[in-house]
């Protein structure tokens, strides 16, 4: 029963209360994992946030119409073998924001949904400490 939009009404929100804060530097970015995942992408598809990055965000493939409206940096994370996200549905993300150079997907190979999680049986720390780098390192560029 969730209100994506209200949600990301509610990402917003708080993006510009964070900008206000004086340690904050004037950018933010939206880090989601699995649905939150999907609503960085939101996030970004509605210009609150400055970057958003996208672990194995589910539903995003149906939400396409939104890549136009990114002109931020967006970082995606899949892994190879989420069967909840299929590279098809993957590969479609993959295709719309080709060209661009605003947006990376990466895909892990041997990696399921949730490979980031260390408390989860699909945690692959090989997959999640290449994606954390590249998170670092895209946060640190962009912020």
């Known amino acids: 029963a969730t209100d994506f939009n209200l949600v990301v009404q509610d990402i917003a929100a708080t993006a510009d209360t964070l900008r206000k804060?004086?340690?904050?530097?004037?950018?933010?970015?939206?880090?989601?994992?699995?649905?939150?995942?999907?609503?960085?992408?939101?996030?970004?598809?509605?210009?609150?946030v400055d970057a958003a990055v996208s672990y194995y965000g589910g539903g995003i493939h149906t939400q396409l119409d939104l890549a136009d409206k990114i002109k931020q940096p967006i970082l995606f994370h899949y892994g190879e073998l989420d069967h909840?996200?299929?590279?098809d549905q993957v590969g479609q993300v993959k295709e719309r924001f080709a060209g661009r150079d605003n947006a990376d997907v990466y895909i892990y190979p041997g990696a399921d949904h949730g490979f980031n999680c260390s408390v989860r049986a699909s945690y692959n720390q090989n997959a999640s400490v290449l994606a954390h780098g590249r998170t670092l390192s895209f946060l640190a560029e962009h912020l």
């Open 84 to 87: 909840g996200i299929p590279l």
């Open 21 to 48: 804060l004086p340690e904050c530097t004037g950018k933010v970015a939206a880090i989601g994992y699995c649905l939150g995942g999907r609503l960085a992408y939101m996030a970004a598809g509605n210009g609150s």
